[in-house]
């Protein structure tokens, strides 16, 4: 059974950082595309980074610059570094992948960026 357990969410005041996690098991973690996306209240869930089983990574342009994806297929982990954050960042983001063609998601974590 694949399984998606994010966690390093929390409440941190604009400008600050976070580093979130996502632990994933019941695939073999180096060849599958992760994903993070996150859902802010009252708006649709929207994708903010990707990156490839070799690393590769991409952003949504609202956090290039700021966010860091990466992963650990050693620890089967993917991670997102989050830094000059704003309140706009406030969601609960969540880990991804399509396993067997199908979506898999995490619980989520709450971020939140607030004074």
């Known amino acids: 059974q694949v399984q998606l357990v994010e966690s390093g969410g929390g409440l941190v005041q604009p400008g600050g950082s976070l580093r979130l996690s996502c632990a994933a098991s019941?695939?073999?973690?180096?060849?599958?595309?992760m994903r993070w996306y996150r859902q802010a209240p009252g708006k649709e869930r929207e994708l903010v980074a990707i990156?490839?089983?070799?690393?590769?990574?991409d952003y949504t342009d609202s956090v290039k610059g700021r966010f860091t994806i990466s992963r650990d297929n050693a620890k089967n982990t993917v991670y997102l570094q989050m830094n000059s954050l704003k309140p706009e960042d406030t969601a609960v983001y969540y880990c991804?992948?399509?396993?067997?063609?199908?979506?898999?998601w995490g619980q989520g974590t709450q971020v939140t960026v607030s004074s």
């Open positions: 991804n992948t399509n396993y067997r063609g199908r979506p898999t």
């Open positions: 019941g695939i073999i973690f180096s060849i599958y595309t």
């Open positions: 990156i490839s089983g070799n690393g590769s990574p």
